[in-house]
Nanobody, 126 residues
Framework: QVQLVESGGGLVQAGDSLRLSCAAS????????MGWFRQAPGKEREFVAA????????NYADSVKGRFTISRDNAKNTMYLQMNSLKPEDTAVYYC???????????????????WGQGTQVTVSS
């Protein structure tokens, strides 16, 4: 079992920055690839970013590439998503997820992830 708790969401203006955190407990955090997904009202959950167990490999959705940075601190059992130059279209509930069947080459499909947090709301006003 893996328990995940997101934090750091909020209401910001376009162009601002936010850093989301995902605190993990339970199964050894450092063994798993991890990911961030988001879901806007009326839309399907979509991939944002993913990171390998060591942090050495990352993947990003084209829509956030160059603006968002995913990272992890295995000593703290925590994953981060630094979001810069936020846009109104980034407004969504952001979820962190653990892929317990994958260490390297992090995957981009929500179906592949086994454990999910409760989500944190990010709202970007124009």
């Amino acid at each position: 079992q893996v328990q995940l708790v997101e934090s750091g969401g909020g209401l910001v203006q376009a162009g601002d920055s936010l850093r989301l955190s995902c605190a993990a407990s339970g199964r050894t955090f450092s063994n798993n690839a991890m990911g961030w997904f988001r879901q806007a009202p009326g839309k399907e959950r979509e991939f944002v970013a993913a990171i390998s167990y060591s942090g050495g490999t990352t993947n990003y959705a084209d829509s956030v590439k160059g603006r968002f940075t995913i990272s992890r601190d295995n000593a703290k059992n925590t994953m981060y998503l630094q979001m810069n130059s936020l846009k109104p279209e980034d407004t969504a509930v952001y979820y962190c997820a653990a892929d317990v069947n994958r260490k390297s080459y992090p995957r981009t499909t929500a179906y592949d992830y086994d454990y999910w947090g409760q989500g944190t709301q990010v709202t970007v006003s124009s």
